[in-house]
Nanobody
Framework: QVQLVESGGDLVQAGGSLRLSCAAS????????MGWYRQAPGKQRELVAT???????NYADSVKGRFTISRDNAKNTVYLQMNSLKPEDTAVYYC?????????WGQGTQVTVSS
């Protein structure tokens, strides 16, 4: 069994920064893709950023240039550095990892950006 634990969500003013973390634990043979998604109230969950095992990244247009996804394979952890935050970034952020060829989701962490 694999568990994901997210951390880093908080209340921040517009223009501020936050760093989210998602650590996987359990019996792990391989972690393929890692990603972050978010869901704002009344909206569908949307892709924020992904990173492959080789380090290739992909970002939603709305966060390009402001957010950076990275991974530490030794720690089985994925990060999301969020800079220049905007009120429209307010959402619950979920990590998604493909571990041992299965899909896992974190419990979600709340990010609130005040104007």
């Amino acid at each position: 069994q694999v568990q994901l634990v997210e951390s880093g969500g908080d209340l921040v003013q517009a223009g501020g920064s936050l760093r989210l973390s998602c650590a996987a634990s359990g019996i792990i043979f391989k972690i393929n893709a890692m990603g972050w998604y978010r869901q704002a109230p009344g909206k569908q969950r949307e892709l924020v950023a992904t990173i492959t095992s080789g380090g290739s990244t992909n970002y939603a247009d709305s966060v390009k240039g402001r957010f950076t996804i990275s991974r530490d394979n030794a720690k089985n952890t994925v990060y999301l550095q969020m800079n220049s935050l905007k009120p429209e970034d307010t959402a619950v952020y979920y990590c998604n990892l493909v571990v041992n060829w299965r899909d896992y989701w974190g419990q979600g962490t709340q990010v609130t950006v005040s104007s």
